[in-house]
């Protein structure tokens, strides 16, 4: 098979780790691997299938003669050197939330649009973390009977804010358990024992940026301009797994027995859903795999066409490095790695 000439933009960081964790276990075919970050980490030494492989500044002439560019730096850093990689013949694919929602951008879950990476003309867009599980979950259920209003409540952990986010809930825990005051950084307030209802920056409509994601980005995936989205995004102090309690109104009524039914042949995920053992999705059986797990699945006492449950995935892995190498795997698959599209 072909090997791939890949660079990670951000190879230091938790998703950029999780990136070079992922292709080895994929065994994705890697001709050779550029590891990119800031000048912070110019000449740091990471292992790659057991090769020490050294780091280097992100510069624009990084990206001569790379097929695919893995982005995860932050969108400033996308916005100034996705289009140059693209540019150099690489096709980016970019966690941050820079290009998401640009028309030309596609922003793809391999188990909902895959088709949509064809129109790419040298960028794709990795969605929001939470969207990715939520819609991997509801996609499959939206396909026999359409949604018209989700209602969703997360519970983030602290890895989907990067690795001083986690230094920080772990030094905050240990400071709390010894009594000690907290001084956080990272967060507006201390998040060890505690829960913050505040993800990204506040919009004027009183939601969240990362709340309007994922009414944006769940409508754009799902090919679903008229479904009613309302999101509250919190940060809990868990390290790795984001949760979601999502509540939806079909077109048609639904059971809970027919949801699982769908749900047990639906591409990437595992239903866990038997109250009598206490058998749900948890983040923390969660953390480490490729899953998105579906709880919890019952009638929605307050509305004849409503079902709730219950939603985990690895935020890391699934919610961002997982997904970005699946719409690499699906590019080679399909043969759609050189720009071409519709238009
Ligand atoms: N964590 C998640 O669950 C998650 C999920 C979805 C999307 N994302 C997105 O992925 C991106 C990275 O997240 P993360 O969790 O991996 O953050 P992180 O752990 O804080 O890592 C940030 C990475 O960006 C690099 N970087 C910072 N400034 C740079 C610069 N000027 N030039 C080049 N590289 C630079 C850092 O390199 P140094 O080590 O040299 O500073 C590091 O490799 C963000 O856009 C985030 O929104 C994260």
Known sequence: ?????????????????????TLEQRDFPVESISLLASDRSD?????????????????????KGIDIALFSAGADI???????????????IDNSAAFRMEPHVPLVVPEVNPEDIKRHKGIIANPNCSTIQMVVALY?????NPIKRIIVDTYQAVSGTGKAAVEELTLQAKQVLEGQNTVPHVYPHQIAFNILPEIDVFLDNGYTKEEWKMVEETRKIMHANDIAISATCARVPVFTGHSEAVHIEFS????????????TQAPGVKLLDDPVISLYP??????????????????DASHPRGLAMWVVADNVRKG???????????????EWLHPGGEE
């Open 140 to 144: 499959p259920l939206h396909r026999v």
């Open 282 to 299: 948890q983040p923390w059986a969660a953390a480490g795999t490729d899953e998105v797990f579906v709880g919890r699945i019952r009638q």
């Open 78 to 92: 996308s916005r100034h050197f996705s289009p140059i990689a693209a540019q150099s013949g690489a096709v980016v």
């Open 252 to 263: 048609r009524p639904m059971s809970p027995d027919e949801a699982r039914r769908i749900l």
């Open 320 to 334: 961002a490095a997982l997904n970005a190498i699946q719409i690499a795997e699906e590019m080679i698959k399909r």
């Open 1 to 21: 098979m072909k090997g791939y000439r890949v660079a990670i933009v951000g190879a230091t960081g938790l998703v950029g780790q999780e990136f070079i964790k």
């Open 43 to 63: 000449g740091k030494r990471l292992f790659v299938s057991h090769q020490e492989i050294e780091v280097k500044e992100t510069l624009p002439e990084s990206f």
